[in-house]
């Protein structure tokens, strides 16, 4: 156990996680948190989705009469004993033969019902005839023939679904015995914290993004998050917090302030109203995790960062919730997947990398997506955790890794992976998909790495754009070199105008690559390989000019927006990159080239559902007018396959 902590404490008491998960139990072994909590008495319609904390028996039978199962006429069954087409039984409406609807009570006297479509209507309308004899009881339903007074509707322990509370409520059932849901308290700290609904953060604040993760993940794991006032960097306002929650809650989640900074005091404050077990814990990300407990009740601190609070929230939050609020701890399942491309982990640290998996060629493969704590779109587009053990430095492409599903196979079964060049309409494109069921995700890694994954089948598609400077043309050399041997097809895209992304108004005059070396002017680049970078390195040499002449070629970002962010911020100057994405920063452009933009893929896969699906909606009106209204497009081609070197 770790004692008091120091005023500065360097989270040098890292534990494996294994070894986290261990004290952690332990201590709430102590603190008495290990099983649910205790029962309280609601309505049925709020029942929905709690667990029972009894058993509960039905009050009434059902039914709880004997009840007619169908429209027609109620009978005894024995006045129809040795009816026959020759010789039908007659019976007599009103006293033999009484009509009846579904569900009403079977008359007096009566134990069947026959179906109204046999019964045959004597003239004068007093009598019937049946040409065929009926059982007992047959379309009757006796009392308690689903259950009856007394017998087990729910159990405790069971999570009420629609049809549970539907039985209890034909068990004539208003009231139950639920397990009272956990009050988990989120206390956000950091003066730089704002309300996500400011409508411009100056720099240095920070959206309170975590206070919605945070109580969105409590509530969906079956607590109630209680989210406080957001409380700055001062010790007296954080234990304050603390103090005033743990009276009124059963979990209490410190938000930041956890690390060994210097107005980092949430340690501190935990362990003078209790203990701290854990202080840094071997993963990453989420190293500054604490988990501790004051005045009799749990108490986690979490790291700031979006992605590291998501990990420590899922890996020991959630068990917690679940556990007291008498729910399964959700295991997640876990699988097998072959890396799209290398990934390197740091020894001694279990790292969980957020990726995207996808069924290629019958391989479940994982693409690992950008990292970085920081990084919450990663977690959004994520389906797949993959884990790298202490003992790993990582995997090489096409390795096989441990992964816990975030979603379903069914849902995985339907993603598509696309690597290669960015370009702002392909999210226009995944934002369409997804209204048919389908995922696409892309990793903008290059328009020639993209050529390279789809030959070693680590994508479905790439995207591309790759300047042939001997022709002029787009794709084909590049294709005929980096999948030779394979029938790749080209499905036609975007046709888009490429230029410099400038400042608004252009304040620097720039016309051209030339202009930028001229003026000196700071520059971002794409990364090397990418299809902007050659197109930049042919306008270059068409100049006559090298890339040192550019003040900034060796600065690189991996996105067309990336680089017109920059530039809008005034980190950059210029950059080159599409007219779409100036337009979505309120930035500068000055068009240089029109460029061809394709998807390729191999021909088998056009027969694929997911593929079928893409072809259509690329063949539709509604993503072509879509993305023509993002500016810089021409979608005349788009849906047309071709084959390289077929113009």
Not at 246 to 253: E, F, K, R, S
Not at 256 to 284: K, N, Q
Not at 359 to 376: E, H, N, S, W
């Amino acid at each position: 156990m770790v004692g008091p902590v120091p005023e500065r404490d360097v989270y040098l008491h890292d534990v494996p996680l294994e070894e986290a998960h261990a004290r952690f139990a332990a201590l709430l072994e102590r603190l008495g948190c290990t099983a649910s909590l205790s029962g309280e008495s609601v309505a049925l319609r709020e029942a929905l989705d709690r667990v029972a904390s009894a058993h509960v028996p039905a009050r009434l039978s059902s039914p709880h009469y004997h009840a007619c199962a169908m429209d027609g006429i109620a009978v005894l069954a024995a006045r129809t004993a040795g009816a026959s087409e020759t010789s039908p039984a007659r019976l007599c409406l009103g006293t033999e033969a009484i009509a009846v609807d579904t569900g009403d009570p079977l008359p007096a006297g009566c134990d069947a019902v026959v179906m109204a479509e046999v019964v045959e209507r004597l003239p004068g309308g007093e009598a019937i005839a049946l040409r065929t004899p009926v059982a007992p009881w047959e379309h009757v339903r006796p009392i308690g023939e689903d259950f009856v007074a007394s017998e087990l509707v729910v159990a405790a322990g069971d999570r009420l679904r629609p049809v549970d509370l539907a039985a209890l409520a034909a068990a004539g059932v208003t009231r139950l015995a639920v397990v009272r849901r956990p009050r988990v308290a989120v206390i956000t700290t950091g003066s730089e914290l704002v309300a996500p609904e400011t409508a411009t953060p100056r720099p240095g604040e920070i959206l309170d993004s975590n206070a919605v993760l945070l109580a969105a993940g409590i509530e969906a794991w079956g607590g109630i998050p209680v989210v406080t006032a957001r409380v700055p960097d001062e010790r007296a306002a954080l234990a304050g917090a603390l103090d005033a929650t743990l009276a009124a809650c059963d979990v209490v989640v410190m938000n930041a302030g956890s690390s060994a900074g210097r107005e980092d005091f949430t340690a501190r404050i935990i362990a003078e109203r209790g203990e701290v077990v854990v202080h840094g814990v071997a993963i990453r990300p989420g190293h500054p995790l604490i988990l501790g407990a004051a005045r009799g009740k749990p108490v986690l601190g979490i790291p700031g960062y979006p992605v590291s609070a998501a990990l420590c929230a899922e890996l020991f939050l959630r068990p917690l919730v679940e556990r007291l609020g008498g729910r399964a701890v959700s295991q997640g399942e876990h699988v097998e997947v072959r890396l799209a491309r290398k990934l390197f982990s740091p020894l001694g640290e279990e790292e969980f990398v957020r990726a995207v998996a996808a069924p290629i060629d019958g391989v479940l493969t994982a693409l690992p997506l950008k990292r970085g704590a920081a990084v919450i779109t990663s977690l959004a587009r994520a389906n797949a955790l993959l884990l790298s053990p202490r003992q790993s430095e990582g995997y090489l492409e096409g390795a096989r890794a441990p992964a816990l599903l975030l979603r379903s196979r069914e849902r995985i079964a339907r993603t598509l992976l696309a690597a290669g060049s960015h370009d702002v309409a392909l999210e226009a494109l995944g934002a369409v998909l997804r209204t048919h069921g389908f995922d696409l995700v892309s990793s903008n890694i290059g328009s020639i790495a993209g050529l390279v994954s789809l030959k070693r089948r680590a994508c479905h598609l790439a995207g591309t754009h790759v300047l042939d400077p001997a022709t002029g043309g787009y794709n084909d050399a590049a294709i005929a070199r980096f999948c030779a041997g394979e029938h790749v097809v080209l499905i036609g895209f975007v046709d888009r105008i490429q230029g410099l992304i400038v400042a608004p108004g252009n304040p620097l005059h720039l016309a051209c690559v030339a202009d930028v070396a001229r003026t000196r002017a700071h520059f971002v680049n794409r990364q090397r390989d990418s299809g902007t970078r050659i197109l930049l390195d042919y306008l270059l040499a068409q100049a006559s000019m090298e890339p040192t002449a550019v003040e900034g070629y060796e600065r690189i970002e991996f996105t067309h927006t990336a680089v017109a962010a920059l530039v809008a911020s005034g980190a950059a100057d210029c950059g080159l990159g599409i007219l779409a994405a100036a337009q979505a920063l309120r930035c500068g452009f000055v068009p240089l080239a029109d460029e061809r933009y394709e998807l390729a893929t191999t021909a088998a896969r056009l027969e694929e559902e997911p593929f079928q699906a893409l072809l259509d909606i690329l063949r539709g009106p509604d993503l072509r007018r879509t993305v023509a209204a993002l500016g810089g497009y021409r979608v005349e081609r788009m849906g047309e396959i071709r084959t390289p070197g077929a113009i």
